[in-house]
């Protein structure tokens, strides 16, 4: 039973369905996926060409590296930022794309119970990977390091909590349906128990997420990544932000959905599929420093 929920902003599955659905279908055709690896070897990918000056950066996390980024459900937010100057890069989480291990099956997140088991530290593997890239992208003048964004879709929601906790650099944190508790997971049958996989639940990192602008949303009755969880997520960077900012900049939409969906009808165009990006996207742009944002209202 989901408690304290009138702390919360909640809405219906009904919020943000845009008028405008012949602007969204009129988006420019989607660069295509560039494949880049850091001087130290750690493979990334890009939407389109280097920028000609610094830019700001939305990490999408979903899927492997290339999914990520081309995915109408986990980057519709990208294609709408694009518009905006930005600069939209990925890396493979574990067990996906290049990440993906021999016996492993791509994709399948009882790979990250398997590597947990055996001790392997899977969120601060990956915290120091994006850390190298993002190295790499403010080195080589692609990212703006004023303006770094990260964005993940249930598994991907949980790699960017985490990363959003571990590195400074990240600015804003974006989660749509994310896994914050591993045990949670049908995959983490027998499991439950693991120290490691209780430690990495991100409510252990809440106090690094204090102060981060982050927003979040999730189905009311999601059983597949768990609502309450995430709800206790969101209550305790709440609670440690208490007399250190105000107001608290923790935005969480609970919807009314299906299972573990953002939407209540699958669609094969935009509709409510892509509701939650959209909302989420101003959300974002509205977090830009003043500059931007008086910059982007001359235009």
């Not at 003048?141 to 990363?163: C, I, M, N, Q």
Request: proline share 6%; net charge positive.
């Amino acid at each position: 039973m989901i408690s304290r929920l009138f702390l919360l902003s909640v809405v219906s599955s009904s919020l943000i369905v845009s008028g405008a659905r012949a602007e969204e279908k009129a988006l420019d055709k989607l660069p295509e996926v560039k494949f880049l690896k850091t001087d130290k070897g750690v493979p990334f990918a890009i939407l389109g060409e280097k920028p000609a000056a610094p830019a700001p950066t939305l990490f999408v996390f979903g899927a492997d590296m290339r999914n990520s980024l081309i995915g109408e459900d986990v980057n519709h937010m990208g294609r709408l930022l694009l518009r905006h100057g930005y600069l939209c890069a990925s890396i493979d989480m574990p067990c996906h794309g290049f990440d993906t291990r021999p016996g492993e099956k791509g994709g399948d997140l009882t790979g990250w119970k398997d590597r947990i088991v055996k001790g392997e530290n899977i969120a601060e593997v990956f915290n120091k990977q994006f850390s190298h890239v993002l190295d790499y992208l403010v080195a080589e003048k692609y990212t703006d390091p004023a303006e770094v964004a990260v964005s993940g879709t249930s598994r991907g929601g949980f790699f960017a909590l985490h990363v959003g906790a571990a590195d400074t650099r990240v600015k804003q944190v974006i989660a749509y349906a994310p896994v914050t508790h591993l045990p949670a997971l049908a995959e983490f049958a027998g499991a439950e128990k693991n120290e490691l996989a209780l430690a990495l639940s991100p409510v252990h990192v809440a106090d690094k997420l204090v102060g981060k602008p982050l927003w979040i949303t999730i189905g009311n009755d999601d059983a597949r990544v768990s609502t309450q969880n995430c709800i206790d997520l969101s209550l305790e960077v709440i609670r440690k932000s208490k007399g250190k900012r105000n107001p608290i900049p923790v935005e969480l939409r609970v919807v009314g959905t299906i299972a573990h969906r953002l939407h209540a009808v699958p669609t094969p165009q935009y509709g409510q599929l892509c509701a939650p990006h959209e909302e989420a996207t101003r959300w974002l742009l509205l977090q830009r420093p003043q500059k931007a944002t008086q910059t982007e209202s001359t235009k």
